[in-house]
């Protein structure tokens, strides 16, 4: 029985292949509607990227292969889904990933940081977590994920390095102590020994802390990158949808500007941002919270001596000249972000203001391809009348270009669009109609819940997008202030944490290869429940007082129902 077990465990994958769309079957061909053939290809495909039955990327293609069929789109126009303007974005970034990486410049930062935040990965983790979501706020998270997940990578390798070579330098000294009586006991002892000693660096982690640090810093850079966003209009799409969204159907309010959002989203982030730091802390590395904020002269011999080395390695590189390639590289950086930032920052005009005539036409991928293509032309040394380098070429982008990530994202465009001309995505809102005789915190509640649980197989902007119709008229209907409740669930929707398709972010660190999928579903659960608990918390407490909703306003179109629920 246990060997017929074990090897039906073996084929579990192609089980999983064959039985999951045979199980579901009925639900087209039983309701025969294309919101039930949408459902059908939602729930193939949430299974498969829950199990890894197939390869990720292979998954995400399923809506090309099933929407034709079912004739909810043209073949034409969903593989027109797989190549989005973040994939413009992306191609850009990784240029300045590319140089960075080929150049050192990496290096160099992760050797800084870890020299000014030490080698304690609690602190480590902290760090990052705040550099990356400050940096969010005024980036895309993308953009923000893309830069900062290198620079992780290559602190976590240098902290494993740096600690596996003291920890040899400890064991070696140790046994040369015991030479004699190992020679004595024979070389076959010597010689497990030496395997013992040497085996843990020639491993991708020397043992399970290293791995569970890895993990943590990796979705420390994906969560972090999300967080950020929330707090100002510009930081996501979806925040910007549902600034433009109020501009357009209430043009009389007055209340949604970057001043108010980022006075309101704030503290919103830094209880996010510091709960998801404990969370998974505690969930990779354990319950011993004082090494979390352990002070240097606290820490262990090993991490004093693996500091030292990191210092020492850090200064062998020396200082960077004006003219080197780690100048130029940082200063396209520098560049890339500034004008990130001031393309359309909310509180001011921007430079995008200096097209009046094509307004929305250039994106943060216009910027990103702008100076990614300098990276092909820009010599790397003193050109001569023989030769000719530029910073970077075509094969080592190529080499660093995540292609499985934008069909991963792709996948998760083509399922946003293919629910929504189906009308899978209307119909899941509109069920929601009769929570208007429900107390006011009660349907908001179940609002947030819902729009983080769709957000994690859809699209960002597409939930947003679909949502904000259904919820403002049921505010109205029911004598609220429609704030009350378009607002937390737009920030509901940057709650996406549970799958690498969830948002690009946690695409970007699930493609280092430290993450299963297993992993990512269970801290990103957790950080779904403090995040929309947070939310909560600030829209009855100060954002009440901040957009006055407890009154219903004067820009809002009046009804002939009234609030019989109360807020």
Known sequence: MRAFTGGLWSYRNLLIIILTPLLILPLPLVIKTQVAECAYTLVLMAVFWMTEALPLSVTALLPALLFPFFGIMKSSVVATMYFKDFHLLLLGVICLATSIEKWGLHRR?????????GVNPGMLMLGFMVGCAFLSMWLSNTSTAAMVMPIAEAVMQQVMSAEGEVSQHQEMAVNSIYNLALQLEGGELLRQTLTIINSPLNSKYRN???????????????????????????????????????????PDCKSINFGNWFVFCL?????????????????FLGTNFRSMLCSRGGQSEREIAAAKLIKDQYNALGPMRLDTQEIITLVIFFIMAVLWFV?????????????????????????????????????????????????????????????????????????????????LSSWVAELMTPLGSLPVLATVTIACILVTCITEVASNPATITIFLPILAPLAEAINI?????????????????????????????????????????????????????????????????????DTYPDWAPIHDLTNTTGI
């Not at 503290?267 to 969930?283: K, T």
């Open 109 to 117: 930062i992760a050797l800084k940081l870890v020299t000014m935040i």
């Open 208 to 250: 399970n802390r290293d791995h569970m640090m890895c993990k943590g810093l990796s979705l420390c850079i994906a969560y972090s990158a999300s967080i950020g966003g929330l707090t100002t209009l510009p930081g996501t799409s979806s925040n910007l949808i549902f600034a433009e969204y109020i501009h357009q159907f209430y």
């Open 267 to 283: 503290p919103v982030c830094i209880i996010v941002l510091f709960s998801a730091w404990i969370w998974l802390y505690w969930l």
């Open 343 to 423: 393309r359309e920052p909310g509180f001011m005009p921007g430079w995008a203001s200096l097209f009046p005539e094509y307004p929305g036409y250039a994106t943060d991928a216009t910027v990103a391809l702008l100076l990614g293509v300098l990276f092909f032309i820009i010599p790397a040394n003193r050109p001569t009348a023989d030769n000719y380098d530029a910073m970077i070429t075509w094969k080592e982008f190529q080499a660093c270009m995540p292609w499985e990530i934008c069909l991963l994202v792709g996948g998760g465009f083509a399922l946003a669009e293919g629910a929504k001309v189906s009308g």
């Open 481 to 549: 202030n429609p704030l009350y409740m378009l607002i937390p669930t737009t920030l509901s929707v940057s709650f996406a944490f549970l799958l690498p398709v969830s948002n690009p972010p946690n695409a970007i660190a699930f493609a280092y290869g430290h993450l299963s999928i297993i992993d990512m579903v269970k801290a990103g659960l957790g950080l779904n429940i403090i995040g929309v608990l947070a939310v909560l918390l600030a829209i009855s407490t100060w954002g009440t007082s901040l957009f006055a909703l």
